[in-house]
């Protein structure tokens, strides 16, 4: 088999190093640096598909391994913040002896409302899974992509730390908010909404107006509202996605 076929699958396996190494800063409470291991492993995510195309070297085991490795990059990492988000939200540390809604066991306690948030962990590999085995999504994704989930938890402690507003704070850090939104991502996750794929089989505007649109105006927002634009940029692919669907 020649070298080439092994690069993809290379690629990927970076991916899931990434995400391995994004999982042991997030349960350190080091959110900022699993953030940056998280978007390193989705770049390698979006780098394997485009290599294995131009080296025509797509095979059924490289499918399998990318889902592997968007499973921790992508569910298990988002899973893991929004557990750490909503414990300090409803200021419950993961361990907490004292607490009556907590799990005891073995000397080891843990609070039950955070683990609302390892919800999106189930619901990625739910979405995961039916990818691999749906046919249709070729030219588009039905549901949220996970990397593109993935990027909104991300930024919410990005926001916190770089942002500085109190007022925004708050909401991230309200308990219901974060039960919301990890409820929403489930759903967004499995959905049956089209939503287009940033995929080029060309680089006409003609035949990528909308891709263009899209990415001219996520550029714009993250340079106006830094990591703030992130959940706003998400927000206009489910918008424009809607409005191509109704179109077409």
């Excluded at 414990?87 to 066991?105: K, Q």
């Excluded at 991230?172 to 991502?185: K, P, V």
Aim: hydrophobic content about 55%; glycine content about 4%; some cysteine.
């Amino acid at each position: 088999m020649q070298i080439k076929n092994f690069i993809p699958n290379f690629i990927t396996l970076l991916n899931l190093l990434c995400g391995c190494i994004a999982v042991l800063f997030a349960v350190n409470n080091h959110f900022v640096t699993a953030a940056l291991f998280v978007f390193l492993g989705i770049f390698f995510d979006f780098f394997d598909g485009l290599l294995a195309r131009k080296l025509n070297a797509q095979s059924a085991i490289g499918l399998q391994l990318d889902s592997l490795a968007d499973m921790v990059t992508s569910g298990l990492v988002p899973g893991i913040i929004l557990y750490k988000l909503i414990a300090l939200a409803v200021d419950a540390p993961a361990m907490s002896a004292s607490s009556e809604w907590s799990l005891h066991w073995s000397g080891f306690s843990m609070a039950w409302i955070p683990i609302i948030g390892l919800f999106v962990t189930l619901a990625s590999a739910y979405r995961l899974a039916k990818f691999n085995v749906d046919e249709e999504q070729q030219t588009y994704f039905k549901g949220l992509p996970t990397p593109a989930n993935t990027l909104l938890i991300m930024s919410l402690p990005l926001i916190m730390e770089f942002q500085h507003s109190d007022a925004i704070n708050a909401i991230i850090l309200n308990q219901w908010f974060l039960i919301a939104l990890t409820l929403l991502s489930c759903y967004l996750l499995n959905s049956n909404i089209k939503l287009f794929a940033l995929k080029f089989k060309d680089f006409t505007f003609k035949n990528n107006a909308l891709r263009y649109v899209f990415i001219l105006l996520s550029l714009v927002l993250l340079i106006v509202l830094h990591f703030a634009g992130i959940p706003i940029i998400i927000l206009l692919y489910i918008i424009l996605s809607l409005i191509q669907n109704n179109q077409n």
